[in-house]
């Protein structure tokens, strides 16, 4: 595992208690892509998703969080997006970044105050994969 990209991640998610959740309104402006998904899942400096789970399709995963193989049966699509979205919703304590969320947060470097990790867009893309690969 690669310190550097991991490190920056979780310099922008602070998984303090009680941040207020607001998730970015408005629906994305495409049609959902899984090779979109499958691009930002796979992108070790944008999203580290990998980094931490051992997700369906890919070689090599991580072991923090739990493997998504299966994810896609545990809820609805739209339960996945909040997840991802922002853990803190079901954990406040989680270790997992907050990827589609800008409150609440604390160290954000400069040029990414403001701005979510991943757009509206790049949460459904990564559902998309999720929902058709990891069953
Ligand atoms: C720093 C490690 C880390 C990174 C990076 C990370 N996660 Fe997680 N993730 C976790 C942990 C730990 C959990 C367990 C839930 C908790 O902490 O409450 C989790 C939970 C989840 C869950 C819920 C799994 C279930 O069984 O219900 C999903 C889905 C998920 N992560 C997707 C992602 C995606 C997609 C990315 C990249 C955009 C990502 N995670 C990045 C650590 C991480």
Same mark, same amino acid.
């Given at each position: 595992? @690669? !310190?550097?990209?991991?490190?920056?991640?979780?310099?922008?998610?602070?998984?303090?208690?009680? !941040?207020?959740?607001?998730?970015?309104? &408005?629906?994305?402006?495409?049609?959902?892509?899984?090779? @979109?998904? $499958?691009?930002?899942? /796979?992108? @070790?400096?944008?999203? &580290?998703?990998?980094?931490?789970?051992?997700?369906?399709?890919?070689?090599?995963?991580?072991?923090?969080?739990?493997?998504?193989?299966?994810?896609?049966? @545990? &809820?609805?699509? !739209?339960?996945? $997006?909040?997840?991802?979205?922002?853990? $803190?919703?079901?954990? =406040?304590?989680?270790?997992?970044?907050? +990827?589609?969320?800008?409150?609440?947060?604390?160290?954000? /470097?400069?040029?990414?105050? &403001?701005? =979510?990790?991943?757009?509206?867009?790049?949460?459904?893309?990564?559902? !998309? +994969?999720?929902?058709?690969?990891? $069953?």
């Amino acid at each position: 595992m @690669r !310190a550097a990209p991991l490190g920056a991640l979780l310099a922008l998610a602070c998984w303090c208690a009680g !941040a207020a959740a607001q998730l970015p309104a &408005g629906p994305a402006q495409d049609v959902a892509s899984i090779e @979109r998904g $499958r691009a930002l899942l /796979a992108n @070790r400096h944008e999203t &580290g998703c990998v980094l931490c789970h051992v997700v369906p399709g890919f070689a090599a995963g991580g072991e923090l969080g739990p493997s998504l193989a299966g994810v896609a049966q @545990r &809820g609805a699509a !739209a339960q996945l $997006r909040q997840r991802i979205a922002d853990a $803190r919703q079901f954990n =406040p304590h989680t270790i997992m970044p907050v +990827y589609g969320n800008v409150s609440g947060l604390q160290s954000v /470097a400069p040029a990414y105050q &403001g701005q =979510p990790v991943l757009s509206a867009q790049g949460l459904d893309d990564i559902v !998309a +994969y999720l929902m058709a690969v990891a $069953r």
